[in-house]
Nanobody, 122 residues
Framework: QVHLEESGGGLVQPGGSLRLSCAAS????????MRWVRQAPGKELEWVSS????????NYAASVKGRFTISRDNALNTLYLQLDSLKTEDTAMYYC???????????????RGQGTQVTVSP
């Protein structure tokens, strides 16, 4: 069965960096687009970034574009999110998710991990 496990979250000061990882198992990772979403306390789920199955095409929310970088290593079945120039408003639980096709332009989210907490505070 599909299993996604996020890691790498933590407490960081504004302007700092973190690298989130998502270890995938139970499916052919290289065949599916993936995405990161986040949810801050009291707020709705927010899409952050997506990446195609081959890693050649990516997309970002306006709020994180230029600061976050999504990538994947299909040999290691791992998805990454590099978070730079962090702001207090980036504080949230971050989730990785498997999409239903190889392109993030088509299909929908199928499975989400348990999340990793990112807290940005002075």
């Amino acid at each position: 069965q599909v299993h996604l496990e996020e890691s790498g979250g933590g407490l960081v000061q504004p302007g700092g960096s973190l690298r989130l990882s998502c270890a995938a198992s139970g499916f052919t990772f290289s065949s599916y687009a993936m995405r990161w979403v986040r949810q801050a306390p009291g707020k709705e789920l927010e899409w952050v970034s997506s990446i195609n199955s081959d890693g050649r095409s990516t997309n970002y929310a306006a709020s994180v574009k230029g600061r976050f970088t999504i990538s994947r290593d299909n040999a290691l079945n791992t998805l990454y999110l590099q978070l730079d120039s962090l702001k207090t408003e980036d504080t949230a639980m971050y989730y990785c998710a498997k999409m239903s096709s190889g392109s993030y332009l088509f299909g929908k989210e199928e499975t989400r991990g348990q999340g990793t907490q990112v807290t940005v505070s002075p």
